[in-house]
Every structure is written in structure tokens, then in C-alpha cells.
């Protein structure tokens, strides 16, 4: 018994001993971090792992006393940035210091990961340089009819709907979720999805698989993040960030699309045909050319981003229109007025003179953005600006996005609704990095046009058509999913529409 507990007492003292040394790593530095727990460091300090809890705790300790801030997710050291100046230093100034977004993995993953939001910088520049042309204005041109054809179709449905229901209440990001998946379908791949119509589609499951993982909490996708290492060692257990049926499911739609276009010579001149063109060009630049499983991973990343981020935010600002009725109608105003000028018909020049809409929109990716945090890793050793700080080659910084939209030094009453703060004269007025919505510099959100493009038409469509307003249903807070990395409601958001 003696001997045993002598074995055990060694295994713990040696234990809390390394702990402690890792838990020195910020300290040694000279950077102020967070008060540890030496045996389980940020572990149980937070409900769910998710960084933005982590974020919260370090802004609101370190705010205004600190440019760069050290915390642990287990015992990996990260980084935050909470000054607006490093913050574009790292993001922009100094981008060829922080190209990659995550560690590079020595073992290899599932092709479905192979996108251009995770791809390291090496192989992300050619990549993105490729995929670029997909996103211009003259491509959002084109798109433009499709997509208000199923702004349309989402308008027809929701009047069946309401006939239906005497109450008038609509599960907003349900609806929403429909409306971007269509669109998605029918101008990335030419689909037909039907999800207005049936809300049980394979593409309608899908796209909720990836951001409501059953089972996937987001304490374990943290650690295979934050330990990529770890990722071969768990094949054996058969643990996937992505569920299978995803992978087959975007892998199978790819093959079949590619096969009846190359079979019927069939052209669309959308993210499809640029993929297939990638597919049979020449190594140029390199950029090679592009497998069947990395279509699939670029067609995985533009349908989840493309879908989801547009769906929440449209949520998300329906919500707050019908918190604040006087936004709403201002908003209706402008959209009635600008459609009266193009006669009745919207066009994409009409769209894009709706400045208070377009407002309206940043302000909510403000209150709402899709990420909490923006996440970069030194792919060298990096000298903080202005101090005696050099941060290690492959150390992760996180830049907290959310935290700076709250800042209160930043926008004055920040939890209050106000698209005012985005109009050009304010904007001038604050830091260049003040708003994160989509990210910045060179790996900023390369669909963010087709983005607000969706939201905007989504908006215009409902707003001179219904009213919204609170139900007995619409819930006071709106809780942010714990299971999640993007940071998507966690239940439903039920309004009342009335139809004009």
C-alpha cells in the first residue's frame, strides 16, 4: 500500500510541477495573463470552453491596461490582442507574419478541412488568388435575378404559411435558414433545393448538422483544434470534427454536378464551373490542378458560410427590428421609397442605394458577428510593436471581435440597437479596426459581398411586404449556442409577421 501511494503521490507532485512550469509560459515573457488554476488552467473557469468566454474574461480584466494579454486553453498558451493598433498590425501591416489561421498539421486530415478559410498561407494565397473572380460585381450581377427569384419564392411560402397560422408567429431563423439555403443552391451549384417548400431536404439536414453537431461539444473541437497533433491518435477511435455522412454527402453532390456538366457541356458561370475550371487548368502559380475532394472542400466552406452567417444575421436583425419599431419603419421608409424610384421592380442598382439598410446590417453584424474571435497564427517570430515582446514562431493570437464591438470606449451604449453608428461621418470618427464583422486584411471573408447581397434582398423582401413585431414566443434574451463554434441562436426566434 506504501509503495503504491508513494508511486502516486511522485506521478502528482510531478504533475502539478509541470503544470506549473507551463502555466509560467506568459509570466516568463513578460505579459500579463490571467489568474490559473495550476491543475486545470482556463478548464473549468469557463462554462463551455468557448473562446469567446475566454475573450470576455481577459477584455473585461485587461481593457485599457494592456496591448497583448497571455491565457491558456489547457495548457497551450494563446495570445490576445486587445489594442486596435496590433490589432492591425497583426491583420493587416504585418500579415506576412500571420498568414495562417490555424496550426499546419503534420498528419493528414480529412479533405472536407482542405478549404480556403483553414488552408495555411502557402497554399491559401494561390488558392484564394483562383477563387477570387467568383465574388466581383459583375458576378453579383448576374446572380442578382436568381437570387431575388427566391426571395420570392420565400415570400410565397411564408403567406401560405401565415394563411395557416392565426397567430401570425414565425420561427424567424428557421425561415431564414430556408430562404439561404435555396439561394446557395441555386447560385453556387444550380439546385434545386426546395427547402422553402419542404424544410426536411438533404441540404436543409445537412447545413444543420454542421452548426447543431449532436453530440460534439465545443469543449472537445476546441481540443482537436488547439492539439492538431492529436488528430491521427483519433482516427483510431474514429472521431471526425465532421461527421460522415457531411463529407459524403458534399462529395457526392459534387460528383454528381461535375458529371452532368462535363456530360451536357452545361455552363452557369458559377462557383461550380469556376471549381471545374480549376479542375482542368494547368499548375499555374501553384495552384495544382484541383482534385474532385478539394472541389468538395471549397463547395463545403462557401454552402456552411454562406448559408448560416446570412441566415443568423438576418435573424438576428429582424429580432431587433421588432424591439425597435421605429428603426423598422425608418428602414421600410427607405425601401418603399428607392423600389418607387425603380418602379416597383428591385434591381441590383436599387439594392445598392439603400444606405440605411446597409447600415442596418453592419450594425447588427456588430451586435451579432458571426465570429466571436478572429483567430491568427505567427508563421514566424514576431517583435510586438512599441515593446520588448516577441511572440514565438507558431503561437496562436486571438483578436477578440465581439469584445471590441462591446467596447463602451468604442460605441457608446453598445447593447443598444443603433444603425446610425455605420453612417459614413461616424465611421470616419473611430479606429479602422473598430468593426470586425467579416474579418480584415488579405484573409478578410472572401464571400462577403455575396453576403450582404443575400441579406440585403432577404430584408427588402419581408420589410415591404410584413410587419414584424414580438410575440408571447419571442424569447428576451437571445442565447448563443454552446455547441458551436460560429456563433449561431441556440433555440428559436419566434416573431409575429403581419402582413402589410
Known amino acids: 500500500m506504501d509503495f503504491y501511494f508513494i508511486i502516486f503521490s511522485t506521478i502528482f507532485a510531478l504533475l502539478i510541477s509541470y503544470l506549473r512550469y507551463k502555466y509560467q509560459y506568459w509570466e516568463l515573457l513578460g505579459v500579463p495573463q490571467l489568474k490559473m488554476n495550476y491543475f486545470f488552467g482556463n478548464l473549468f473557469r469557463i462554462k463551455t470552453m468557448h473562446k469567446t468566454e475566454i475573450l470576455h474574461e481577459v477584455y473585461k480584466e485587461f481593457r485599457g491596461k494592456a496591448k497583448l494579454v497571455g491565457t491558456y486553453v489547457f495548457t497551450k498558451p494563446i495570445a490576445i ?32 478541412t482542405q478549404h480556403l478559410f483553414r488552408v495555411d498561407g502557402e497554399k491559401w494565397r494561390p488558392l484564394r488568388t483562383k477563387l477570387t473572380p467568383t465574388f466581383t460585381s459583375a458576378k453579383m450581377k448576374f446572380m442578382f435575378p436568381t437570387l431575388v427569384n427566391v426571395a420570392h419564392q420565400m415570400e410565397e411560402a411564408i403567406n401560405a404559411h ?35 417548400k419542404d424544410p426536411n431536404v438533404v441540404f436543409r439536414r445537412m447545413g444543420h448538422r454542421i452548426f447543431y453537431p449532436k453530440y460534439f461539444s465545443v469543449r472537445l473541437r476546441t481540443f482537436m483544434l488547439i492539439y492538431p497533433a492529436i ?19 458534399t462529395l457526392q453532390l459534387v460528383r454528381d454536378t461535375l458529371r452532368l456538366r462535363e456530360e451536357q457541356n452545361v455552363q452557369r458561370n458559377d462557383f461550380i464551373d469556376l471549381l471545374i475550371e480549376l479542375k482542368n487548368s494547368k499548375d499555374m502559380k501553384g495552384v495544382p490542378k484541383m482534385g474532385v475532394e478539394e472541389m468538395a472542400a471549397q ?9 448560416e452567417t446570412s441566415s443568423s444575421n438576418l435573424s438576428y ?40 439598410l446597409d447600415q442596418l446590417i453592419t450594425e447588427t453584424l456588430r451586435m451579432y458577428p458571426a465570429l466571436g474571435g478572429l483567430t491568427r497564427v505567427s508563421v514566424d ?120
Not at 178 to 185: A, H, L, N
Not at 396 to 414: G, L, M, Q, S
Not at 455 to 483: A, M, W
Open 317 to 356: 436583425g429582424l429580432y431587433e427590428l421588432a424591439k425597435n419599431p421605429h428603426i423598422q419603419d425608418k428602414l421600410r421608409a427607405e425601401i418603399i421609397s428607392v423600389l418607387k424610384k425603380h418602379n416597383g421592380e428591385l434591381t441590383y442598382e436599387a439594392m445598392m442605394e439603400m444606405t440605411y
Open 81 to 112: 490582442a486587445l489594442d486596435l493598433d496590433l490589432v492591425k498590425s497583426i491583420l493587416i501591416k504585418d500579415f506576412n507574419k500571420f498568414t495562417d489561421r490555424l496550426e499546419q498539421r503534420k498528419s493528414t486530415t480529412s479533405y472536407i
Open 162 to 196: 401565415l394563411t395557416k397560422t392565426p397567430s401570425g408567429d414565425i420561427d424567424t431563423h428557421d425561415w431564414m435558414g430556408r430562404f439561404t439555403t435555396d439561394v446557395i443552391g441555386h447560385c453556387a451549384f444550380g439546385v434545386e433545393c426546395n427547402s422553402l
Open 381 to 500: 517570430d514576431y517583435k510586438v510593436p512599441d515593446t520588448d515582446i516577441t511572440l514565438k514562431k507558431g503561437t496562436r493570437v486571438y483578436i477578440p471581435a465581439k469584445e471590441i464591438h462591446y467596447d463602451p470606449d468604442i460605441y457608446d451604449n453598445p447593447k443598444e440597437f443603433r444603425p446610425e453608428r455605420f453612417h459614413p461621418d461616424e465611421v470616419q470618427k473611430r479606429h479602422p479596426q473598430a468593426f470586425l464583422g467579416f474579418g480584415d486584411g488579405p484573409r478578410n471573408c472572401i464571400g462577403l459581398r455575396f453576403g450582404r447581397m443575400q441579406v440585403r434582398v432577404g430584408f427588402i423582401t419581408l420589410l415591404k411586404s410584413y410587419r414584424f413585431s414580438l410575440s408571447e414566443k419571442t424569447p428576451k434574451e437571445l442565447e448563443i449556442s454552446k455547441y458551436s463554434i460560429v456563433l449561431v441562436p441556440h433555440s428559436k426566434i419566434w416573431l409575429k409577421a403581419e402582413k402589410l
Open 231 to 249: 488528430f491521427k491518435y483519433l482516427k483510431f477511435f474514429n472521431i471526425k470534427e465532421h461527421s460522415k455522412d457531411v463529407e459524403d454527402f
Open 299 to 307: 463547395v463545403h466552406i462557401f454552402f456552411a458560410a454562406g448559408y
